[in-house]
Structures are given as structure tokens and as C-alpha cells.
């Protein structure tokens, strides 16, 4: 084992059992009737409960000072990784080695006695870390004063909002001096302001050599915050990588671009039209084909191939951009720089388009590809070719879209500049 290794983790596995019959109390009477019967048990065995495996055959390593991202659909094991990791559940297969005191924050108020005042529990918690009361005591300042709740800090917990809960557990977590720091995604219960100030914590810590194994949606906090990344799929783990490479392997497994049969099926069914035939549309991210699921930290390309049967004046391929409530955010044309009404001969024609980065908001929404003759007809489908598609948040967002209950649909981020000006500029400006 080499000293740099602070977990280690050999094809881990939990299993889960599914329906079964379940153990009840059982009085004296209960166990002598039970014994009288245990004979013919053999005859009315019960069928066996069904397994299911939350994690399968995991195998990774982490090193002293390493920050990793868990990174997976939900449902994927993700949650189950933490929980064994901390103690709270056992494997069924496999081994754990942890080199190093572990603090963990897997949801909210962990530890916590509700009973107890906030002040109280710093203490147990501290003391269930293994930690001294002066250490504790040490921290403590810093604790409340990180978590913002100092006024509340005498109150029983159990009087606690959910945010004031998250702040008193991520202060406590991250400000305990444990070499291990395990935390799930329980930031998104804080308001923005707070969430970036747990990830620059986070960082804060991952530069003294502590060890931080986080899970999140948050692609964007798992690129600026981790040097490595691991994603589990259905319970299995891919070998540990680089962040980035990681989410984009995360990204590319909720695509559906990997079989577009479907959509091109459609695309060649549709009813003929005199003039205009769809022929292949691609979105591409990253010089990689997607469908369904993209990011908003990368432009988004939209390849259109289509035929032009005869000559024709005022054809006009352009696309909405729809949220799921039906409503229209914006509409491009392929024509939008030229002026007049365009002629187009026969031929084969590929149009391009690309909508910026950090323009989406991490929701989802519907993009209609539409052809038209100027002032004469929609070509086929007349409601358009509809792709659906989800945003992950990888990029930038504005502060209005992070927070409550303000979420805007699109969020731009839009960089302002501010001077100072003198009075004899500033007069120039009147009108």
C-alpha cells in the first residue's frame, strides 16, 4: 500500500433485496408454535426475495490531496458509494481502506440531534469525528461564523429552516480538521450566494491536502472544483480520469445520438414536398454529435442537409427555440445577413447555425425545425421537426437564473463593464 493512498476502494459491491417476507417480533407463544412447526417449513418455503445490486465489482483509488468528482444519473449508486464510504451501510462484496479521519455531509443534518441546540451539536459531531473538545473548541468561532446562524446558534435544531440546517452541517463538515471530506449534492438546499461560497470553501480546502470525494448534477462546479472524476452507471464504475473527459463521457451517455435510426426513419418518411426534401439534421457540441442532452458551457451547432427539387424564390429554412410550456423564445432564420428574397437552384444545400454558450439555462426545452416558401407555404411537417432537448449546466449562468424563485428561461451571461467617469465626460453624454 503506498502512503499516498487515502482510499481505496477493491470490487466494492451492495445488494439490495427486493419484496421477501419481513421479520416480525415474535412473543412466547409466537416461538413454541414456530418450533412445533419447524418440520414441515421444508414444505412451504417461502420463494426467494429478489436482489438488486446498487454498486457492482467498484474498483478505484484516490490519493492524499485528490479532489474527485462522483459524477452518474440518479439512481446510479452515486449516494450508495458515500453511504458506505462513511460507514453508514455496509458492503455486501468487497473492501474499503480509508487512511485518514472521514467528515461527511450526505444530507441534510446528518448527525444532527434535533433536540439539541446548534452549538450542542457542533460538539457531537466534532466528537463523533474523533476530534478533542479543544479542538472543537478551536473551530468553533470559525464554525458559526462561516455558517451565518450565529443568532440561532442556542436554538434546538429541530427549529432549524432547511437552509440554516445545510449551513450549520457544510461549516461543521468542512471546518473539522479530518484528512477525508465526503459531500453530497446537498449545496443545491442553500441560495446562491452560499453555494458559492461552500465551493470556494471546498477548494479552500482541497489546497491544504484534504481529500474530497464530491457528488453532483452540477457539471459546472465538478469541472471548477475537481481534478479528477469517476462516473457510475447502473451501480458500475468507469475507470477515474480526468474531470473533464469524464463529463463528457457523462454528457455523451444521455445522448441518444449513438442511434439516430429512428430519427432518420422519420426524416424519410415524411410526405413529399414539389420543392424541398429534408435529407440529414445534426446537432454537434465539442465536434461531437448529440441529440437530446447537451451542455450550455459549448456553442451548439445545428447542420442542416436538405434538397432543393427547382428553382425557387423566397425558400427559408429556420428554427424556434421552445420551453416545455410551449412558449417561443427566439426564432432564426438561414437567411437572416442576406438582403431581399433569396433564389435558390437545384442542388443539394447544407445550412449552419450556432447558438453561443452560456446562453441556455439548465432546463429543458424544444427545438422545431421548420422550411418555408416566403409568403406561400410551410413545407412538411407544418408543425416542424421537433427535437427535444436538456440542458446540463457545464458553463456560465447569470446570478437572476441561480436564484429563487427567479429562473430564466435562456441565461445569458452578459458581461458588463462599469468606469468611472469625470464630470467633463459625463457632460459630453447629455443629450
Known sequence: ???????????????????????????????????????????????????????????????????????????????????????????????????????????????????????????????????????????????????????????????????????????????????????DEVLAVGDAQFQKKCLGKMGEVAKHGRTVLFVSHNMQAVRNLCTTGILIDHGTASEKNEAGIVIQNYLESLSTSKDNSDFDKMLNELPQDPVFKWEEIELRQNNIT??????????????????????????????????????????SFHDEQNEGIPVMYPGHYSSFAVIPADLFSPLSYELRLFSTIFNERICNPVEGIRIPIHVERTGKTNSAYLSEPIRGKLAPFIAWTTVRENDQVRSSHKL
Open 290 to 331: 448529440v441529440y437530446q442532452t447537451i451542455e450550455n458551457g459549448s456553442p451548439l451547432e445545428i447542420i442542416i442537409h436538405y434538397c432543393v427539387k427547382q428553382k425557387t424564390q423566397g425558400l427559408r429554412i429556420f428554427f424556434d427555440l421552445c420551453d416545455t410550456d410551449d412558449t417561443l423564445l427566439f426564432r
Open 1 to 183: 500500500m503506498s502512503n499516498d493512498i487515502a482510499i481505496r476502494v477493491s470490487h466494492l459491491g451492495k445488494k439490495y433485496q427486493l419484496g421477501g417476507p419481513q421479520e416480525k417480533y415474535l412473543t412466547l407463544r409466537d416461538a413454541m408454535v414456530n418450533s412445533l412447526k419447524a418440520p414441515f417449513k421444508q414444505f412451504h418455503r417461502a420463494p426467494p426475495a429478489e436482489g438488486f445490486w446498487a454498486l457492482k465489482d467498484v474498483s478505484f483509488d484516490v490519493e492524499q490531496g485528490e479532489v474527485v468528482g462522483i459524477i452518474g444519473r440518479n439512481g446510479a449508486g452515486k449516494s450508495t458509494l458515500l453511504k458506505i464510504l462513511s460507514r453508514i451501510t455496509t458492503p455486501t462484496e468487497g473492501t474499503i481502506e480509508l487512511h485518514g479521519r472521514v467528515g461527511s455531509l450526505l444530507e441534510v443534518g446528518t448527525g444532527f440531534h434535533p433536540e439539541m441546540t446548534g452549538r450542542e451539536n457542533i460538539f457531537l459531531n466534532g466528537s463523533i469525528l474523533g476530534m478533542k473538545k479543544t479542538e472543537i473548541e478551536q473551530k468553533f468561532d470559525e464554525i458559526v461564523k462561516f455558517s451565518e446562524i450565529d443568532k440561532f446558534i442556542d436554538t434546538p435544531v429541530k427549529r432549524y429552516s432547511s437552509g440554516m440546517y445545510v449551513r450549520l452541517a457544510f461549516a461543521v463538515a468542512a471546518h473539522m480538521d479530518t484528512e477525508i471530506l465526503l459531500v
